[in-house]
């Protein structure tokens, strides 16, 4: 199970860093694909769409929005299936405070909640497993500026005593986009990279109006490539009207493993 929940982690930080989130706020002028089913609100995503050389079917990420355009869920489907959700509980601010994960295969959830201080600076958070075996997280974020820099992940297996798990670090650029993550090594002590982004200069797939703890996650741009010590994805997009992606050519190189490629189609 403690594999699962780590590679869905993974899985939902790759969706947060290159699909989702843009901290402030754009203007919509038209889409690049029509498919608005999901959405109330015209000209925002509503779905991406993936084909991927590593089987014959496709799935999709789809995307719901409150009454003010906020985003409050999105989930994985394979062949009309759900295979994973996310859903958002928002402040009257509109700041999330929480989250659900559900995997319905593994018939396994996660509840998160999250602390605001006084400013509305997320400060730590808790995540709650709904098996009893799996281990229960929480994270503190440091800030530099209006930024958060560091982030220290505390675990508690079966619900024992915390202890200390890990300390990541984040770089960005003048756009404010994410370009480094590092995470301490525990055993030198020191900091070591765990992966590289480089964006163009296009509006994100997903708009955003709040400023929140996404923030540590956030894209003003598209990402180009992502690429750590045991893997290189590259992207390659076109854009439509509304100068957002219309569609994205995506290949994964591994170390250790074969290549594939993906191609995307975004619906808004």
Same mark, same amino acid.
Request: proline share 2%; with cysteine.
């Given at each position: 199970?403690?594999?699962?929940? $780590?590679?869905? #982690?993974?899985?939902?930080?790759?969706?947060?860093?290159?699909? !989702?989130?843009?901290?402030?706020?754009?203007?919509?002028?038209?889409?690049? %694909?029509?498919?608005?089913?999901?959405?109330?609100?015209?000209? #925002?995503?509503? #779905?991406?769409? !993936?084909?991927?050389?590593?089987?014959?079917?496709?799935?999709?990420?789809?995307?719901?929005?409150?009454?003010?355009?906020?985003? $409050?869920?999105?989930?994985t489907a394979e062949g009309g299936l759900m295979i994973e959700s996310w859903t958002f509980t928002?402040?009257?601010?509109?700041?999330?405070?929480?989250?659900?994960? !559900?995997?319905?295969?593994?018939?396994?959830?996660?509840?998160?909640?999250?602390?605001? /201080?006084?400013?509305?600076?997320? $400060?730590?958070?808790?995540?709650?497993?709904?098996?009893?075996?799996?281990?229960?997280?929480?994270?503190?974020?440091?800030?530099?500026? /209006? @930024? !958060?820099?560091?982030?220290?992940?505390?675990?508690?297996?079966?619900?024992?005593?915390?202890?200390?798990? #890990? @300390?990541?670090?984040?770089?960005?650029? %003048?756009?404010?986009?994410? $370009?480094?993550?590092?995470?301490?090594? *525990?055993?030198? %002590?020191?900091?070591t990279v765990s992966n590289n982004y480089s964006y163009d200069s296009n509006l994100p797939a997903l708009e955003s109006d709040d400023d929140n703890l996404n923030s540590i996650l956030?894209?003003? *741009?598209?990402?180009?490539?992502?690429?750590?010590?045991?893997? %290189?994805?590259?992207?390659?997009?076109?854009?439509?009207? *509304? *100068?957002?992606?219309?569609?994205?050519?995506?290949?994964?190189?591994?170390?250790?493993?074969?290549?594939?490629?993906?191609?995307?189609?975004?619906?808004?």
């Amino acid at each position: 199970m403690k594999n699962n929940i $780590i590679m869905k #982690k993974v899985f939902g930080l790759s969706i947060m860093l290159l699909i !989702i989130v843009a901290l402030n706020s754009c203007s919509t002028n038209g889409s690049a %694909n029509s498919n608005n089913s999901n959405s109330n609100w015209n000209g #925002k995503l509503s #779905k991406i769409v !993936i084909q991927s050389s590593a089987g014959p079917g496709s799935y999709s990420i789809n995307f719901f929005y409150d009454n003010n355009g906020r985003l $409050i869920r999105y989930y994985t489907a394979e062949g009309g299936l759900m295979i994973e959700s996310w859903t958002f509980t928002r402040n009257a601010d509109g700041k999330i405070v929480g989250e659900t994960f !559900i995997n319905t295969s593994q018939n396994y959830s996660e509840n998160t909640s999250y602390n605001l /201080n006084a400013n509305g600076q997320y $400060i730590s958070s808790l995540m709650i497993p709904s098996n009893a075996n799996a281990s229960r997280d929480s994270v503190v974020y440091y800030y530099n500026g /209006n @930024k !958060i820099e560091q982030t220290y992940t505390y675990t508690s297996y079966r619900y024992g005593a915390w202890s200390y798990y #890990k @300390k990541d670090r984040y770089t960005f650029d %003048n756009n404010d986009n994410i $370009i480094k993550t590092e995470v301490m090594d *525990n055993l030198s %002590n020191q900091w070591t990279v765990s992966n590289n982004y480089s964006y163009d200069s296009n509006l994100p797939a997903l708009e955003s109006d709040d400023d929140n703890l996404n923030s540590i996650l956030c894209t003003h *741009n598209n990402v180009l490539n992502q690429a750590s010590v045991s893997y %290189n994805f590259t992207y390659t997009y076109s854009y439509g009207s *509304n *100068n957002r992606p219309a569609t994205a050519s995506v290949m994964r190189t591994y170390t250790s493993g074969p290549t594939q490629t993906e191609n995307w189609t975004y619906y808004y």
